[in-house]
Nanobody, 122 residues
Framework: QLQASGGGLVQAGGSLRLSCAASGRTVVTRVLGWFRQAPGEEREFVTAIRWSDNHTFYANSVKGRFSISRDNAKYTMYLQMNSLKPEDTAVYYC?????????????????WGHGTEVTVSS
């Protein structure tokens, strides 16, 4: 089970931090990540982290602005979003894979949390 939180309304150039709490320590064998979906658009890969070795991967659209991290003790993943742009407006979904394979494809992620909404005003 994945529980995302931290969305909200922010002005362009501002920052937000999303959290994703995972239940159970099986997370240590998985890849956790974030997808987002803007109105009328398909779900888009944002970033992912492999829990076992902290390997990360980012979409080009967020590279240098977003940072993914994890807290081993709390089984919680974070997404720090800086220099936000109006085009970052979307519902953000916390996801977990069924194994340790990194992927940008939604189908590779077995577990999806409820989304948290991020709105960036211009």
């Amino acid at each position: 089970q994945l529980q995302a939180s931290g969305g909200g309304l922010v002005q362009a150039g501002g920052s937000l931090r999303l959290s994703c709490a995972a239940s159970g320590r099986t997370v240590v064998t998985r890849v956790l990540g974030w997808f987002r979906q803007a109105p009328g658009e398909e779900r888009e890969f944002v970033t992912a982290i492999r829990w076992s070795d902290n390997h990360t991967f980012y979409a080009n659209s967020v590279k240098g602005r977003f940072s993914i991290s994890r807290d081993n003790a709390k089984y919680t993943m974070y997404l720090q979003m800086n220099s936000l742009k109006p085009e970052d407006t979307a519902v953000y979904y916390c996801v977990a894979s069924g194994n340790g394979q990194m992927s940008t494809l939604p189908i590779r992620y077995r577990y999806w949390g409820h989304g948290t909404e991020v709105t960036v005003s211009s």
